[in-house]
């Protein structure tokens, strides 16, 4: 690898953990927000949009429709790969969420390839909590066409392209349905009059807000969140700093001994036959 290449990865991977950071910071300034409005809300009784806030984050709630072959409790996990591979990456990600673009920009081909040798399953829980911290609607927007994708049975390529094409934070481009169904154009076969009235009629907005609560109500607070097998892996692994090439290390030790899966066409999991647990995913409801 010429030096070049190693100060570029370490760029990325700066950059990475600096969009972290500023995930975090705004996650921990957002907490002091709501937990100032409910106090007011209290006090005054007159502050009525603090409370709606609050019991929105709070009601449970079931989606109407989910997408096909999603996985877990009420269907909220997306999963890419061979369900009988040995590992399971699980992933949460906002649409919007500049550290997870650049994670993605590094980690997609490797997670792909993993994904085809049969090494992984990959869980994604698709969140949109910037929607409440940055004007805009793209999170949301945004994890509805990527269920409109797996509905189609394109999740994994229209979630490669929209990584790629995602714009700055503070730019809801992906609040633009027209948009969303301009980037289908870039995966075959997705870009139909189907895909594109689920965008427009936001077919899993319900769907899109269950994944929030259940997100809401989990120990994780930033994005992305990656765990191996429930472990945390990002952006380290115990001392050890993530990069593509430890987490195909990491990958490969913890399938040590084990039969690799048979992934499907191109990672894609196959149309659902009924609601599969997650398997090896421990709960994320742990706080």
Same mark, same amino acid.
């Given at each position: 690898?010429?030096?070049?290449?190693?100060?570029?990865?370490?760029?990325?991977?700066?950059?990475?953990?600096?969009?972290?950071?500023?995930?975090?910071?705004?996650?921990?300034?957002?907490?002091?927000?709501?937990?100032?409005?409910?106090?007011?809300?209290?006090?005054?009784?007159?502050?009525?949009?603090?409370?709606?806030?609050?019991?929105?984050?709070?009601?449970?709630?079931?989606?109407?429709?989910? =997408?096909?072959?999603?996985?877990?409790?009420?269907?909220?996990?997306?999963?890419?790969?061979?369900?009988?591979?040995?590992?399971?990456?699980?992933?949460?990600?906002?649409?919007?969420?500049?550290?997870?673009?650049?994670?993605?920009?590094?980690?997609?081909?490797?997670?792909?390839?993993?994904?085809?040798?049969?090494?992984?399953?990959?869980?994604?829980?698709?969140?949109?909590?910037?929607?409440?911290?940055?004007?805009?609607?793209?999170?949301?927007?945004?994890?509805?066409?990527?269920?409109?994708?797996?509905?189609?049975?394109?999740?994994?390529?229209?979630?490669?392209?929209?990584?790629?094409?995602?714009?700055?934070?503070?730019?809801?481009?992906?609040?633009?349905?027209?948009?969303?169904?301009?980037?289908?154009?870039?995966?075959?076969?997705?870009?139909?009059?189907?895909?594109?009235?689920?965008?427009?009629?936001?077919?899993?907005?319900?769907?899109?807000?269950?994944?929030?609560?259940?997100?809401?109500?989990?120990?994780?607070?930033?994005?992305?969140?990656?765990?191996?097998?429930?472990?945390?892996?990002?952006?380290?692994?115990?001392?050890?700093?993530?990069?593509?090439?430890?987490?195909?290390?990491?990958?490969?030790?913890?399938?040590?001994?084990?039969?690799?899966?048979?992934?499907?066409?191109?990672?894609?999991?196959?149309?659902?036959?009924?609601?599969? =647990?997650?398997?090896?995913?421990?709960?994320?409801?742990?706080?």
């Amino acid at each position: 690898m010429s030096e070049k290449n190693r100060e570029g990865k370490r760029t990325a991977r700066e950059r990475m953990l600096a969009d972290r950071a500023a995930d975090e910071a705004r996650g921990r300034r957002k907490k002091k927000l709501v937990i100032g409005g409910v106090v007011l809300a209290v006090i005054a009784a007159a502050v009525v949009t603090g409370v709606v806030v609050q019991n929105g984050r709070s009601k449970p709630e079931t989606p109407t429709a989910a =997408p096909a072959g999603t996985i877990g409790d009420k269907n909220l996990a997306v999963p890419v790969g061979a369900a009988d591979a040995p590992a399971v990456l699980t992933v949460y990600e906002d649409p919007r969420c500049p550290a997870c673009g650049t994670f993605e920009r590094e980690f997609a081909s490797t997670i792909d390839q993993l994904e085809d040798a049969g090494k992984i399953y990959t869980n994604y829980h698709i969140v949109s909590f910037i929607d409440r911290a940055v004007p805009g609607k793209g999170s949301k927007a945004g994890a509805n066409a990527l269920g409109c994708a797996q509905q189609a049975g394109h999740f994994r390529d229209y979630h490669d392209v929209l990584y790629r094409n995602q714009p700055d934070e503070t730019n809801d481009a992906f609040g633009d349905k027209a948009t969303l169904i301009n980037l289908a154009k870039q995966v075959d076969g997705l870009a139909t009059p189907a895909f594109e009235a689920c965008v427009n009629d936001n077919t899993y907005g319900g769907w899109v807000s269950a994944v929030q609560q259940d997100f809401d109500k989990s120990s994780y607070k930033s994005t992305p969140t990656v765990l191996l097998n429930g472990q945390p892996i990002y952006p380290k692994n115990g001392n050890e700093e993530i990069t593509p090439q430890n987490l195909v290390a990491w990958v490969d030790a913890a399938n040590q001994g084990k039969k690799l899966g048979t992934p499907g066409s191109h990672g894609q999991s196959p149309a659902p036959t009924g609601t599969a =647990p997650e398997s090896n995913n421990p709960s994320p409801n742990a706080g």
